[in-house]
């Protein structure tokens, strides 16, 4: 059996120690490569640079990084840098979780989509804590899950979001497989004034409102659970597919 | 009944025309207010935009600019400067198509994803056409599409991606329901050379291969037909959840 090729990239810049992390972790496995963006690029969701030619800068001898999005970075290191196709693209880790409507913004998932949309197996890691941050149970939760998704098929067209739980191994209550959660924000715009007076506005902070059940990924992982969400690349909505026929007379 | 309060927006900016013919279909149904970037965001995505705060111009009346991505006007307005919450979000029209695995990259389509997370019904119209771009019979169905959304349910938790095929009003073969299709790009990557001789990518360009079948949105297009696509954001592939739990003994 020829070494497995694994992509390792993320959204937090090749400097990220998560990022380091998730690399030591898989090196056992295979060949590990490094692509990832020269800085951070979080909440750029799926955006892909075609605006400006794209640079990539070889920081070590299985590490590189792009002067781009993470999406860039998959389909660069995909198309020009490596030798061939991957067998494994792992993604993260995110010092922050990646949950319900949030995996929509995430930088760390994109990264994951496209190389799925590459059909290559892909897996997105994300640690559920506050700064400090302690990637080490991660690494080895991801380790196990990445030998898994090398020996075993993922469901078809789909990547693996893994969020952890901030516990150490002995405290994690085991895994589960979960459905994407919903998450609401609540005023979570601040306002802000420039040195001129003027007002801005400033995405981020408000209260949190999560809703969606038992069996969602935020549930899991509240309860102290590894949750690992099938996220498909088929947006569709099939059931609203037939109501629309049925009722949108045009 | 009260005059409907209808948000405009798109990812091409403020200034492009696709956005004004949109604007100018709905205004005849209701109060339309124009919120959109201050420049193009192609691409983007669902990016938002976190780490800066985020200036709002009014430009005229009932049209403001925001020097951020779709994703930051939609949140923007409908927190911070719309009276209410909306009862329908139009964005677009983008002069080209937003059709398969495309719909992941779109600024124009995920300014309707924060929309539908928001629970407002929300349309994205793309017109699937070449330079120089004609928006007349596309804002004609916008506004057919439009008034219909204000009356009839959507799908839940779903937004409608709407693609217009390049043709007369006369020329249209109808409307078609459709599923997302797949796309996949080949040596969508050109080479280039700065002026030091340091190579650099160009993402963009290469060849298309569609796949998916009969149902598709590119292909409803491609035979001549509105494709109309519910597209949801529940991201779970619910079939793979159960193959997990099945097969992935941990």
Same mark, same amino acid.
């Given at each position: 059996m020829k070494t497995p090729l694994i992509l390792v990239t993320n959204d937090d810049g090749v400097y990220s120690p998560g990022l380091r992390a998730l690399h030591e972790a898989?090196?056992? #496995?295979?060949?590990?490569?490094?692509?990832?963006?020269?800085?951070d690029n979080s909440a750029v969701s799926?955006?892909?640079?075609?605006?400006?030619? #794209?640079?990539?800068?070889?920081?070590?001898?299985?590490t590189y990084s792009v002067d781009g999005t993470p999406t860039d970075c998959v389909t660069i290191a995909?198309?020009?840098i490596l030798p061939r196709k991957p067998d494994l693209l792992v993604s993260g880790i995110n010092p922050g979780a990646n949950l319900g409507d949030d995996i929509s913004y995430s930088g760390t998932v994109s990264a994951a989509i496209e190389g799925t949309m590459y059909d290559i197996p892909s897996l997105a890691?994300?640690?559920?804590?506050? %700064? %400090?941050?302690?990637f080490e149970v991660t690494a080895a939760v991801a380790w196990k899950l990445a030998s898994m998704a090398l020996s075993m098929h993922l469901p078809p067209s789909s990547l693996l979001n893994i969020n952890m739980p901030p516990l150490s191994a002995g405290e994690i209550q085991g895994i589960r497989f979960t459905r994407q959660g919903r998450r609401l924000y609540r005023d979570a715009i601040q306002e802000t004034f420039d040195p001129w007076g003027r007002k801005h506005y400033w995405i981020g902070g408000g209260t949190v409102h999560w809703y969606g059940g038992e069996d969602?990924?935020?549930?899991?992982v509240r309860n102290g659970f590894i949750s690992v969400t099938p996220i498909q690349l088929d947006l569709t909505n099939h059931e609203g597919l037939a109501y629309l026929e049925r009722q949108w007379k045009m």
């Open positions: 898989v090196s056992s #496995l295979g060949t590990a490569v490094i692509v990832a963006p020269d800085r799926h955006a892909l640079t075609m605006n400006r030619p #794209l640079r990539v800068t070889q920081l070590a001898e299985q995909i198309n020009k890691f994300s640690l559920a804590s506050q %700064p %400090p941050y302690d969602t990924d935020e549930q899991a």
